[in-house]
Each structure stands twice: as C-alpha cells, then as structure tokens.
C-alpha cells in the first residue's frame, strides 16, 4: 500500500470583503459613468489558492435574485485582489438582508440557481471546454482557484455589507507520482472500478447558514483527467485535481500518467474518505505496463516431426503438461510410443501440481536443461510417481528434475524424483535429480523408493552415465511389507544392469528409512536400497562413485544399512565387493544410524543393535573378518 500523507486546509477561508459605496456623482472619480455606479470589493484567500484573472464572486442581495458577478481586475497569481461590481446590476440590500455569496462565478455563470443545469466538476469531461482542468508546471495549485467552490454569508447593516466567511466544498487530492524515468508527461488520469466519482452536482440551494450549503449529486463517473502543459522532462510528478467530496475508503484508484509520446505509465493506490476544504497527499509509483507474454502453445507437435532427426522441442510448461495429457490417451501411451523430445530451455513448472506423465514408450533429451518447480502431493493407490511416472521401452538422458514429492501410498508402489518405475529404459548422460521426497505407505506392501529412480526393471540398464542426487528423501512404512530405499535407485531387478555408471549423492543429503510394523525389513543403501544378489558381482557403480550424505534407518524388525547397497545381511550377496571398492574414500558414514526394536541391525555388514565404525570412511559392504567394528 502506498504512502498516504493528510494535509489539513482551513475550512473557513476566512474570506473579507470589505465594500465602499459610491454615489452615481462619484462615478467619475472612481472610473465609472455616470448611469453606472461601481463598488469596489477586495478579497483575500489563503494558501493554496490563489486568484485567476477569470475568477469572478457571485452576490445573492435578496433570496430571489439571480446571480450578480464582481469582476476581478488585478493581476493574476495573488492572494489579495480587488473586484468591481456594476452597481446598477447590483441591488441595494435591505438592514438585515442576509448577502450569499458563490465563488467561482466564472465557473458557474448561469448554472447555479438552476437545477437543470448541472455544475460540472472539473476534469470528468475533457471535451467541456468550461470545464477542463490544466495544470500548467510541476507542483503548481494555481489552476485549481478557477474551480474551487466556495460558499458563504453574511449580512448588510450599517450601510456595509459584513465580512463574509467562504467555506470550501471541494477536496483537494496531490499525486506524487514517481516514474521510471524522466519524460514529458501530457496527462494524468485517476479512476476506479465503478461510477465513485462524482462528475455534477445540482448547486440551487442556498441557505441563510454557510454549513448548510450541501451539493446534491446529479451524475457520478469513474474518471477524472487532468491536462498538463509547459512541463519540462521529469521523473517525479507533483499534480493536483479537485474532486467533489465523496467516501473512496477502500477503493482502489488506478493512476495513469500519459508522455509526450502516448506512452502510459500505470500504478494503483487506496483511496481515502475526501471531505471538503481538505488537501490529501497520497503517492504512487507508476511503470509502463509490460506487454503480455502470449498463452504457451501447447501444441508441440508443431515444433518437429518427432523423430530423431526432427524431435518435438520444448519450450514451456504449457509443452510439458500437453504431454502429461497425452501420455494419458491410448493403451500403454500409444501416441507418444517412439517419438523424440528434447528440451530447448529450463522450464519451471511454478510449484503447481504436476500430474506425472502416466506412460512414457519415447525418447526424451533433456539437451543439459532444468526442469524445476516439480511438485507431486497426493494419495496414490498404486503405481510409479515421478516426473514420469511408468517408462517402457524408453531412453532418458542428460536432464535435472528439481521439486518435492509428497505422497501417501494406499498399495504398492514405487517413486522416484525422474521416474518411478523403468520397465526396458535407458538412462545416459548426466541424469541429476533435486528432489525432496517423502513416502508414507499406509497397506501391506513393498515400497521402493529412490531419489532418482523408484525401480530399475526388466532390461532397464544405467549405460556409460552420471547419476547423482541431493535432496531429503524420507520414507516411512507403516504396512507389513517391506521399504526399499536409495540414494540414487530404490531397487533393481535381476534383468536391469549397471554399465560404466557413476553414483554420487551430494554431502548434506540425508536419506531416512522407517518401518513401524512389525514384520517388515528396512533394506536402506547410499545407492541402491535392494538389489538382486546376482548383480553385485560385476554390475555395481563404478569406482569413482561418492556417497557423501547421511543415512538413517529404524525398523521393528529388520534394519540393514550401506553406503553402496542396502541388501548386505547375506555374506554371499558381497562377493567380489571388497575388491571393487576397497580403500576408497568416497564413502562417508560418519553420523549414520541404524537401530531395530525386535529384529537385527546390520551396518555395512555388521550386526549389532548400535553399530559405530572407527573410520570415518568405509570401504564397502565387506565381511565382517575383514574389517573391525566397535559395537555398543
């Protein structure tokens, strides 16, 4: 909300009008005819009006008269002025006759007194030449004398007419206006989203009480236009209008400042209750509107032909979840089967719901793009969930995911930051996953979970590729069955493979594996959480491979945890490991845990209800003989 500052104006102008009579012989001398006779009248107002050479006082001698004006005759820009009444034109007052009096005459010559005529207020209708309001220089109030209607009375005795005190009825409101840059601005516009301004006013009653002069709204508005002339190039605008009093509390004012150029600025502001005889400072900082980026084209099939050598690219978020939609059509994703995508930008999906695409049977090259603002929160009966939820007979290659998953399982199922379950799928590349995920399986069946991919099945391999994770992944089991949980893949089936593939979880990264049931065992690895036996003989990360990250788990029943591969209780299932992986420092424990409340725990091979390594960095899932472990 902008900065609304309240500057008090005096109610009572205190307007003096001293009068002086002249016979029809002392015409002359006071440079009138003899069959016209002049009285001479001179006016004083406060800051910050100041007479105009149109401004003009209107005098009421008895209730019906019709309006006499006294006619300014000094010069412009000052506070105290003469008039000039033809007296003739004047009637002579009775003792006791109340005087009104109306200001500006200029300005209401022949509308007030008439309620057919409405009185326009200044700046609602720029084509009423009589009513257009110019401001001309910054910062300058002498514009607004010529409209700001006054009312007052007093009373003729003693041969005088008594000093007559105007109450204002108008409001002012200044805009300090702060735009981008310096221009030449022409025009300032203030509006609403209704009819809240008022554009006339009915102005024939005319009481005896100066505080019972009231303005009855004729026509209402939602604009006000004030015109701006000898400006000189600025970026912070003074302007000043005048509106009839009206309550905008609440409202919202658009202000819209127009350069020389027919540039428009544009900014908004609360409005405020504007009582008459007020001066309101209110600001505002205007900027030109953008232009609307077009709505994404969600037809990307007009980019390629989606072959190789003429993928679909991929632009935007719009692309992304058309393909989401159309994964959905046909059986097993038909109509993407064997079509070729490949990102052209990183692309944010702004933290809105992703629905993951449900069947992907393509090619998708992420061409070393981002993907981020991913985020999954729902209850999944079963099934895989991810950026792709299910890919078969698919290759996945050079992409990043970054978002959060959060998920409640009501059967099996599988996650994974980019895929939940790979069915004959080919990783390659540099495939990078910045996802946090959290898991709670609430029925009584395996869950397998991995920070980039759930589950490797049937012939999926990781060819000649970087797979690296950084992130929270957190699973809770709260069914019979068991938890499947790893840094880079949950579990890998007998027929997926592992060739020249480098593993790395990034330092902070923590990877967390509960079981509250009573049966189920919690199978938690750096990367892999379970893994048929027969592939940890020749089909393991490659050396070079970091698990940098903490883990943790805590089960009911069994509770086994590695830095490699989770499934390690079994002496057979570490064959030829020591060998592959022994005195390599990539491997960091240190702060891991691993507790059972009614099984065993195994760490890194060993069993213990507590184990803590003396290293700080453990060199594989090795038997127990070969490698010491202080139990406590």
């Not at 099996?412 to 898991?439: D, P």
Request: net charge negative; hydrophobic share 35%; charged share 20%.
């Amino acid at each position: 909300m902008k900065t609304i500052n309240f500057i008090q104006c005096s109610i009572a102008l205190a307007t003096a009008l001293f009068i002086s009579s002249c016979s029809d012989d002392d015409d002359s001398a006071q440079g009138g005819s003899s069959s016209q006779g002049i009285t001479t009248v001179e006016a004083i107002i406060p800051e910050p009006m100041l007479w105009n050479t149109d401004n003009t006082i209107a005098l009421y001698a008895k209730k019906a008269d019709s309006e006499k004006d006294l006619f300014y005759t000094e010069d412009s820009q000052v506070s105290e002025a003469t008039f000039e009444a033809v007296k003739k034109a004047f009637p002579t007052p009775e003792e006791g006759d109340y005087i009104r009096a109306f200001y500006p005459a200029g300005k209401a010559k022949e509308k007030a007194n008439a309620a057919s005529t409405p009185l326009l207020a200044p700046g609602t209708d720029p084509t009423d030449t009589q009513n257009v309001l110019t401001q001309k220089g910054n910062a300058t109030k002498d514009h607004l004398s010529a409209f700001y209607y006054m009312y007052g009375v007093s009373a003729f005795g003693n041969g005088a007419i008594n000093t007559i005190e105007f109450q204002p009825q108008m409001a002012i409101l200044t805009l300090k206006i702060t735009l981008p840059a310096e221009v030449i601005p022409t025009t300032v516009d203030i509006s609403t989203n209704g009819k809240n301004l008022i554009k006339s006013v009915n102005c024939n009653n005319y009481p005896a009480s100066a505080a019972d002069f009231k303005f009855v709204t004729n026509e209402s508005t939602n604009k006000v236009t004030l015109n701006l002339k000898d400006f000189k190039a600025l970026q912070q605008l003074e302007a000043n209008v005048l509106l009839f009093p009206v309550d905008l509390s609440g409202k919202q004012l658009a202000i819209a400042v127009t350069d020389e150029s027919g540039e428009v600025y544009n900014g908004t502001l609360e409005g405020v209750a504007l009582e008459k005889g007020q001066q309101y400072t209110l600001e505002v900082t205007v900027a030109k509107e953008e232009e609307p980026e077009p709505e994404p084209d969600e037809d990307y099939t007009k980019t390629g032909e989606g072959t190789e050598t003429s993928p679909w690219i991929i632009t935007n978020a719009a692309q992304l979840r058309a393909i989401s939609r159309d994964s959905k059509e046909g059986e097993a994703g038909t109509v993407l089967a064997g079509k070729h995508f490949k990102l052209d930008n990183d692309i944010s999906l702004d933290e809105e719901d992703w629905e993951p695409i449900k069947t992907f049977s393509g090619v998708f090259d992420g061409n070393g793009k981002t993907i981020s603002g991913m985020k999954i929160s729902t209850i999944t009966a079963s099934g895989g969930t991810g950026f792709f939820a299910y890919t078969h007979n698919a290759e996945i290659k050079n992409l990043t995911i970054v978002g959060n998953i959060n998920i409640t399982t009501t059967g099996a199922a599988q996650t994974g930051g980019l895929i939940g379950q790979s069915n004959n799928t080919v990783l390659s590349g540099n495939i990078r996953s910045e996802v946090n995920i959290t898991v709670t399986n609430t029925v009584n069946n395996d869950v397998k979970n991995g920070g980039v991919i759930g589950e490797l099945t049937k012939s999926s391999s990781v060819a000649n590729c970087d797979l690296s994770y950084k992130g929270e992944l957190k699973v809770e089991n709260q069914g019979t069955k068991n938890a499947h949980v790893g840094g880079i893949i949950g579990g890998m089936m007998a027929e997926a493979k592992m060739t020249n593939a480098k593993c790395t979880v990034e330092a902070e990264s923590n990877i967390t594996a509960k079981s509250t049931n009573t049966t189920g065992t919690v199978w938690l690895g750096g990367f892999l959480g379970n893994s048929a036996p027969a592939l940890l003989t020749d089909k393991l990360p490659v050396k070079d491979s970091k698990m940098l990250g903490t883990l943790s788990a805590n089960a009911n029943g069994d509770a086994i945890i590695c830095y490699a591969i989770g499934w390690s209780k079994d002496t057979a299932t570490t064959k030829g490991f020591n060998e592959s992986f022994k005195d390599n420092d990539n491997y960091n424990l240190e702060g891991s845990t691993v507790t059972s409340e009614k099984g065993k725990a195994y760490k890194n091979g060993e069993e213990g209800s507590l184990a803590v390594v003396e290293r700080k960095f453990i060199y594989g899932c090795l038997l127990p003989q070969i490698y010491r472990f202080r139990l406590k």
